[in-house]
């Protein structure tokens, strides 16, 4: 009698507390403020190239060419002033630090100009679009003429062919139209200066690839997660979870039940 006066007192209070932990334990999200800000009047964003090249890289030399060539305010009228915004691909100071053959130094002024052009499209290009530009045989540059563009899209990543330098996009600095800037790997050559006579590359060493951006899901991903057979050991890791859980509502109940009585 008593026994099972206990146990039914410890199941009450179990299921009590159980309950209360249902009703209690998930926190619930912060609820949206149901009345949103009003937004703001669309004012015509200026962005800096100036101000970006200098916080993102290091891009020291980029920009002191965009300067010295006074190509930057060509870029940055573009930016300013036109629907087809821009899209610039910037070496870090690295890339132009181990340019030896061929190097940069020994080009007239006009020459540099044309080289600092090659590397901006007259177009705002995002990252998504380069697929499509991968079906475009040559794609022109601010330089004009000759100077253009290949562009392959590899599953994300994308590579530029400009026949002498053939290089990847590494990262985003920015990429909001109508202005977009790609960190790349090498300094874009072009062939209409140093000519179509271009060293062989040597056979290319099977480098690990670079996983693209962290935001696209990798396959790699992917696949651990279909074909995992170790489902199950993760089931029953949760299961004794709950168990423990069951157990120590038991407890506690039990423990509860013996201060009442006493
Ligand atoms: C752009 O940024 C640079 C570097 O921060 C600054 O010196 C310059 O005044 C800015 N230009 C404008 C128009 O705000
Ligand atoms: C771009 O816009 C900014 C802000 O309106 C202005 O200060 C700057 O002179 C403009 N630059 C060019 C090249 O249009
Ligand atoms: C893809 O490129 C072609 C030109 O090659 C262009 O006409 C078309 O509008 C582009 N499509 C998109 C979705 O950008
Ligand atoms: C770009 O592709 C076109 C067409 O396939 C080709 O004729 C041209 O030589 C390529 N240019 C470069 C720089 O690889």
């Known amino acids: 009698m008593k026994v099972s006066m206990i146990f039914l007192v410890s199941t009450l209070l179990l299921l009590s507390s159980s309950a209360f932990a249902k009703t209690v334990s998930p926190p619930s999200p912060p609820a949206e403020s149901p009345t949103p800000a009003p937004a703001p009047a669309p004012t015509p964003d200026f962005v800096n190239l100036t101000e970006l090249l200098t916080v993102a890289g290091p891009f020291h030399t980029f920009l002191q060419y965009l300067q010295s060539t006074k190509v930057l305010d ?3 009228n573009q930016a300013n002033n036109t629907e087809e915004g ?3 691909f910037v070496p870090k100071d690295s890339s132009f630090a181990s340019l030896k ?3 940069l130094s ?3 002024d006009d020459e540099i100009k044309q080289v600092i052009l090659f590397h901006a499209l007259p177009h705002f290009y995002s990252l998504a679009d380069f697929k499509n530009l991968s079906q475009t045989a040559s794609t022109p540059t601010f330089a004009g003429g000759d100077y253009t563009l290949n562009f392959t899209d590899n599953s994300g990543t994308v590579k530029i062919n400009s026949g002498w330098s053939i290089t990847k996009v590494t990262s985003a600095v920015h990429a909001t139209d109508p202005v977009a ?3 790349v790997d090498k300094v874009l050559l072009p ?3 140093f000519g179509t006579d271009i060293p062989p590359v040597l056979a290319p060493a099977p480098t690990p690839e670079i996983a693209p951006a962290a935001d696209s899901p990798t396959e790699q991903s992917a696949d651990s997660k279909s ?3 170790s489902s199950s050991p993760d089931r029953s ?3 004794k979870i709950v168990s423990y859980g069951i157990w120590g509502n038991l407890v506690l109940a039990t423990f509860g039940l013996v201060v009442v009585i006493l």
């Open 86 to 88: 821009i899209t610039i």
């Open 227 to 229: 074909s995992s057979p």
């Open 191 to 193: 062939e209409a200066i």
């Open 74 to 76: 060509t870029f940055q």
């Open 106 to 108: 020994k080009l007239k």
């Open 181 to 183: 800037i790609y960190q």
């Open 237 to 239: 890791s949760s299961y």
């Open 101 to 103: 053959k061929p190097s």
